[in-house]
């Protein structure tokens, strides 16, 4: 019993470790896991990726990206200094140059997106989910905190146990 219960808050703490890593190093996690998620945040995709959505981006060569794809890429698309995510279908390639459309239109997007650009191409949609991990985003630190608590108060809990069983037997 104890050992299982060190087993799993093990368990739940590295799992915690590795949420922490993909919250607070995404970029350095993506490289080590070719995978990347994101939260949707606008309807340019409905129905096919909705408000609140998460989707799974796996890295890959812009040469192996076909036209009908839905592409991840970072693009300053307000004309402001920020670059935003956008996921999008490709509606053309051409030089190394993608041009892009949203689902709910038929118009193609105003920008080209260089190759550089391509986070990767979309696999998976996990829907509703986003909701849940932008509550874990905005809390991660207290989360991630108890987690580690929890664990640390197990393993001692089971050590002192175990010398108190110890010390009944003799």
Known sequence: RDIGSVVFFTVVGIIALFIGAMMFFPQQMSHFFHFRHYVVISNSMEPVINVNDAVIVQKVEPSSL???DIITFKM????????????HYIAEIENDKFRTKPNISNSWDRWIVPSEKIEGKVV??????GALLILMYNNAIPLLLVAN???????IRVYFDKDEKEADES
């Open 76 to 87: 300053n698309i307000d004309e402001d200094e920020d670059e935003e995510y956008v996921a």
């Open 149 to 155: 608590a929890l664990v640390i108060i197990t393993i």
């Open 66 to 68: 076909n036209v009908g």
């Open 124 to 129: 998976l949609v996990i829907p509703k989910i």
